[in-house]
């Protein structure tokens, strides 16, 4: 079993950028995938990560605003949102899985999560 832990979360006026973490209690090598999920209504992925081949892609509302990455010797990955939004306000989470990968439908990525962190909320105020 491993733990998430998020952090990072906060206020933020419109245009302007946060960056959220993602620490494990072990290794993100355990798992074939990572995602950033928002929480509503029903987690939908903004950000996913598959460890085999280095895919990344994201949601079509955050593409170009967006980025993920991870620091392997932290045990720590990363969303850095810009240019942000009323519409981004939510509780983002990480999560990872094995098997699964990336499936994207509907403009956002979706796995079976084996393992949630438990949520950052980020507020965009205008």
């Known amino acids: 079993q491993v733990r998430l832990v998020e952090s990072g979360g906060g206020l933020v006026q419109a245009g302007g950028s946060l960056r959220l973490s993602c620490t494990a209690s072990?290794?993100?090598?355990?798992?074939?995938?990572i995602g950033w999920f928002r929480q509503a209504p029903g987690k939908k992925g903004v950000a996913c990560f598959r460890?085999?081949?280095?895919?990344?892609d994201y949601a079509d509302s955050v593409k170009g605003r967006f980025t993920f990455s991870s620091d392997n010797a932290k045990n720590t990955v990363y969303l850095q949102m810009s240019d942000l939004n009323s519409e981004d306000t939510d509780v983002y989470y990480c999560?990872?899985?094995?098997?699964?990968?990336?499936?994207?439908?509907?403009?956002?990525?979706?796995?079976?999560?084996?393992?949630w962190g438990q949520g950052a909320q980020v507020t965009v105020t205008s």
């Open positions: 999560a990872v899985n094995r098997g699964q990968g990336c499936v994207y439908f509907g403009g956002y990525y979706y796995f079976d999560a084996f393992y």
């Open positions: 072990g290794s993100f090598s355990d798992y074939d995938a």
């Open positions: 460890r085999s081949d280095g895919f990344t």
